[in-house]
């Protein structure tokens, strides 16, 4: 997965390979690949990018737009996407991890920011309550109790409200059945997705009898070299014979 996202990463930022303009080592100066990720692979840095380059030679006839699509789709398989992080503590003082994302609240212990500890989905929370430095998540079933948790910085207290409501009224906005506006939107965004599959077939066609032409032109050129190898060999054959 992670060669899939560097590799889409490239066609999305030079669209479509040309080896006249990628020359080798274009990538060089590209920090496309995080330290991590070299360490805990067996590959060198320039093993990565010729494995990079080989795949994106391979799929010039992809768009600059449908690659940055495929990233994004790669992107939102990841346990980490779309997720803001805080430092907070709980009633007790231990140190915790908030996270907020467009599907609800997380709490994580501090040394793992992949497993959540407890979770709240915009669909189960009544209610957030804010006071200075506290929190209060209270939830739709009245019988369990409400979650309280602290930020000592008051910028940062702002932000977490502001990101809880933004992705609670995208939420509840997706639930509810598209405006006519939303829906003219979606069938324009059809209709263009249509129309430059159909001109990125009519590319790849062109493409595939210029090619052709090439190949035959080639070809035609080869028989004609050969023809004239054969007709001197004959020529300087009848001239050896009548000396």
Not at 55 to 68: S, T
Request: hydrophobic share 30%; glycine share 4%.
């Amino acid at each position: 997965m992670f060669l899939c996202t560097y590799q889409l990463q490239v066609l999305a930022k030079y669209g479509p390979y040309n080896e006249k303009v990628h020359k080798p080592s274009f990538l060089a100066n590209e920090r496309l690949l995080p330290p991590r990720v070299i360490d805990q692979h067996k590959l060198t840095k320039e093993e990565w990018e010729e494995k990079i380059v080989t795949w994106y030679a391979g799929h010039k006839d992809l768009l600059r737009e449908d690659a940055m699509m495929e990233y994004l789709k790669i992107c939102q398989d990841l346990d980490m996407y779309g997720v803001n992080y805080f430092s907070i503590k709980n009633k007790k003082g231990t140190e915790l991890w908030l996270g907020v994302d467009a599907l609800g609240l997380n709490v994580y212990e501090k040394e793992d920011r992949l497993t959540p500890k407890i979770g709240f989905p915009w669909s189960e929370i009544r209610n957030i309550q804010y006071n200075d430095k506290k929190f209060t998540i209270a939830p739709i079933d009245k019988k369990a109790p409400d979650f309280i948790f602290y930020s000592p910085r008051l910028r940062i207290n702002k932000r977490i409200l502001a990101l809880c409501i933004g992705n609670h009224e995208l939420y509840m906005r997706r639930r509810k059945p598209d405006t006519i506006e939303v829906q003219s939107m979606k069938q324009q965004a059809r209709e263009d997705r249509h129309s430059k599959q159909m001109e990125r077939a009519q590319m790849q066609r062109e493409r595939s009898e210029k090619e052709k032409a090439l190949k035959d032109k080639e070809e035609a050129e080869r028989e004609r070299q050969k023809m004239e190898t054969l007709l001197k060999k004959y020529e300087e054959d009848k001239s050896s014979a009548q000396e």
